[in-house]
């Protein structure tokens, strides 16, 4: 996000390495956790978002290692919740911050994306029926106090990024209601009881373009969405001798990190590039500061 919109980005890292995927904060927004970049395996810190020493999660970490893991902080950054695999199915488990002793395992397999609410009291998650081979499953709720899981949506749908209302009488979660379209996306509001229920039936709103995640809530009742923007990077030849530039390679998401141009034809030209080498990676924790 531009500086004049969002303030200017401060550094929180020094070579931690850290993974885009699972990155997470408290709903206090004071804690950030993220995944560790690193093979074979894949470890979890903690840092506080106004910059600090990293704090690393102990926990069992698999002998060959493993994908990223989705991840949610409790408010006051005391509690981890994170997808972990166990007998070769994806379950969610909670653990402690500061001793990394496993604080709650969820009952049920296929399950993604846990997201405490505002006063801690309950998760959000995702379960698919059977990851990856079905992807279509529903959004429940647990209730800490007596680990009631709940659904609350009604029918089985393609759902992720599941996100609280500050006040946490709401849940806001992505869907694809089409299982065979899924471009057709929608932002749906769920009002949630304190049993962890539906109240209600959600309201839906159709989106223009795909979201990739609902990153959060802000306290004025804005609903945030993390959506990609058109393509505009691509590649362009020049003759060295001027002229007007040419779109020799098609508009693209990813990151161009090196071209290798193909043989010389004569003097001062060269045509399209053969090779491309292309990159993506977030290696260090960003912070925006609005101003």
């Known amino acids: ?40 395996t894949r470890d979890i810190y903690v840092l506080p978002a106004s910059g600090g020493a990293l704090r690393k999660v102990p926990r069992a970490v698999p002998l060959l290692g493993g994908a990223p893991w989705d991840l949610g902080l409790s408010s006051d950054g005391s509690r981890l919740a994170y997808t972990t695999r166990l007998e070769g199915r994806s379950v969610l ?10 604080v709650m395992q ?37 209730r800490l106090a ?19 209302s500050p006040d946490g009488s709401l849940l806001a979660f992505l869907a694809h209601p089409d299982k065979d379209d899924l471009s057709v996306e929608e932002v749906w509001i769920t009002p949630v009881l304190q049993t962890g229920e539906a109240a209600g039936e959600p309201t839906k709103i159709r989106l223009p373009r795909f979201a990739h995640s609902v990153p959060g809530w802000t306290a004025d009742n804005k609903i945030g969405l993390l959506s990609t923007s058109p393509d505009r990077n691509a ?51 960003i912070l925006n500061q609005r101003q």
């Open 1 to 40: 996000m531009a500086p004049e919109i969002a303030g200017v980005p401060e550094r929180l890292t020094q070579g931690a390495n850290a993974s885009s995927a699972g990155l997470t904060w408290s709903g206090n927004g004071q804690w950030i956790a993220f995944n560790e970049a690193k093979v074979p």
């Open 106 to 142: 969820f009952g049920n397999p296929d399950a993604f994306e846990p997201r405490f609410s505002p006063d801690d009291k309950h998760v959000a998650y995702v379960r698919h029926r059977k990851w990856p081979a079905d992807p279509l499953g529903e959004v429940r709720v647990l």
């Open 93 to 102: 488990q909670m653990v402690s911050v500061n001793t990394g002793e496993t």
């Open 146 to 164: 007596d680990r009631s899981d709940v659904p609350v949506t009604e029918t089985s749908v393609f759902a992720r990024s599941p996100a609280w």
């Open 235 to 285: 590649i362009y030849t020049v003759p060295l001798s001027g002229g007007r530039a040419t779109q020799v390679f098609p508009n693209g998401s990813t990151h161009i990190q090196a071209i290798l141009p193909g043989p010389s034809t004569g003097p001062g030209s060269y045509t399209a590039p053969k090779t491309c080498l292309l990159s993506h990676r977030i290696a260090e924790i």
